[in-house]
Structure formats: C-alpha cells, structure tokens
C-alpha cells in the first residue's frame, strides 16, 4: 500500500492521491478527495447502494451534493480504479469544532467483496485525521448498522472504541415527499440498531476530567467499566458513585432536533419540570436522546432519567459541557411510542458484553 506524506495532505491537491492500494484481485485503486464534479458519481452510488431510502434524502439532490463537496468542513473521500477513474467507493468526514462525524461510507456492488470497503474507509479514518485541519480536533465519531459487521471491523482496524448501542436509532425510508415542519417528524418506518464508535486523539486525554461522577446504578458502572477496559489513558480515573435525588443539582441544557430521523437530542442537566415538558414537546418523536455529564452537579438528572424511564444506552469519553469543560456524559434514550423492538445485531466478539448488556436492560426494564 502506497502512502502519500502527510506533509502533503491537503483537501486542494486533488487529482492527487493521498494513498494507494491494491485490491484482492490486483487491481490498483487511489484514494482522494471529493470535488463538486464527484456529485452525479456519488448520488448514482447512494441509489445503488440504498435506493431512496436513505436517512437524509437530500443526497439524491445534485445541487446539494455539491454544496456538501465545496465545504470546507467537510472531507469526502473517494476510493477510484486507477486504470479507469471509475469511483469505487465513498466516505465523509465532517469537521465540527472539536469533535469530528464520519458517516456515508459506502461501495458500489460491483467493487464489493474484493477488500475495498475497509481500506477505502480506514485508510481515510487514518489519513484524514494525519492533517492539519484536524490539529484541534479531539475525535471522530461515527454510528455504524448494527447489521453490519464489516462496518465495525472498519472503525476496529482504525482503534476506535464502541461506547454504545442505540436499538432503533437509524430511521430509513423514502423521504424525497416529506417536508419538514414544525414539530412534524418523518414518522417510523424501517428502524435499526446502531452502534457507536470514536476515534479519540491525544489532546482529548490531555484535557479530560478524570474525576468521573455516576449514579450508584450497576448499568451505569457497566458502561463505564466497558470503555475503560478499552482505553488504557482511564486506568487513573477516580470514579465517585452517589444515590442522587432527582429534585437537587442545577439546570443548564440544550436541545437539537433531527427531523429525518425523527430524533431529539437533549445536552446537559434538567430538572424534572422542565424534563416532563420536554417529553410532552416531543411525544411523537421516536427518540429522545439525553447526554448527561459525569459531574457532581448532575447526579440528579441521572437518577430523574431513570424514574422518567430512560434508559442508559452508552457512554461518551470527552463530552465538553455546558459550561465548557471536558468530561464525559452517559447516553440515555427514551421511547415515547415504543421502537426499541428494533433491535435486531450482528456484532463481532467484542461487541457481545454492550450487546447483553443492552438487551438486558431493554427487555427487563423498559420504559
């Protein structure tokens, strides 16, 4: 396998290659960055691969498309046969701050089979995140189907770890007809596990809180004992466990809504007022993601959310708070109208504790 220096490494050097590889049948592929004109080849290969049923339905948009490829935040790389130009396969990494998302990472049937998909989606993991672009930046994050265990290899071939696993996170299904409204989202149709993945960068370990605060709740001790085991940097982590009363701490948070998806992300600590209207705001959304920090102030969200019927479905290393600093959060979800069934996983070996552990909580003690 090739290499280009990273001193080269540059989103502006296209047609060059930043790596080169062979496939299982010797032919020669390169790797490099998407341009506007990649935008008819990109949409022809969501179509293939996904019909019209993927999440965000803006990609079967040209004009679109473009936008998405002349932004400089975004860093689409493509995966093409040298000796004809023909692009074999995609991915998108999408700079935000200090965190980065990988997403779309996707080969044409033609090409599948053949070992492109992993170097195609590695390689660009490992290079992307070489560049300067990305000096400040502490992670990459990505959900991956949990149907799919060649897309897990991927992210464990470029060391990133599993934090958790979200029954009926993806929402799939023809979406060109459907217009965003207030408060209106795409309604449930084919749902999927997911689970969740991030590459984390030395700079993270650097300025990370290790003194980590949990309810005294054995599935919230789980999670982090399970990241913990994989990252060796929170071997010092001093973990402090409190019973927690829902109605003490403060409240300071933010809310972001996924209309496509159908999913409310809440940030930060709550009070039960403000959590019970929240939940009535977003009684017909599918899911109602909550990212609570690891700090003393809010223990009691922790022990509001299981009362409210949340349940904890992964923790996130890193997770720069409300009010700046950087800590963890633990992810709970809950299902206003049901939806965990869709829970159906093909996982690696390692996957298998998150696995239990999540099937454990769901049909045990679901909301």
Known sequence: MAVISKNYLSKHDDPAYFQKFVSKNGDEYGLRFGTPDDAESICMIFREIWGFKYVNPLVYKIEYLKRELSNENNFWFVGELLNTREIAGIGLIEKKRYIAHAS?????????GQGITTKIGASGLISVMKMPQF??????????????VRAQK???NAGAIHFGLIPAYINLGDKRAYEITNNTPFPPKEEEAAFLYSLVFKNLWRQRENKVYLIDDEDFIFFHNHVKNQCKQMK??????????????????????????????????????????????YNDWRIILWRIPTTINSIHSMALALEKGFNIVGYDVGYKSM?????????LAYYPNGGYHAFKVNYLEENKPLFNKIREIFFSRVN
Do not use: H, P, W
């Not at 000096?135 to 799919?148: G, M, N, P, S, W």
């Not at 009010?323 to 992810?331: E, F, M, P, Q, R």
């Open 323 to 331: 009010n700046g600093t950087l800590c963890d959060s633990v992810i």
């Open 236 to 281: 010092d982590d001093d973990l402090i466990t409190q019973k927690g009363k829902k109605d003490k701490g403060n409240e300071l948070y933010g809310v972001s809504k996924d209309y496509y998806n159908g999913l409310v992300q809440i940030y930060g600590s709550i009070k039960e007022k403000s959590l019970s209207q929240l939940i009535k705001t």
């Open 104 to 112: 779309k990472g996707m080969t044409k049937k033609k090409f599948q």
């Open 154 to 156: 991927i992210n464990q």
């Open 135 to 148: 000096k400040e930046v502490l992670k990459i994050e990505t959900e991956v189907r949990a149907l799919e």
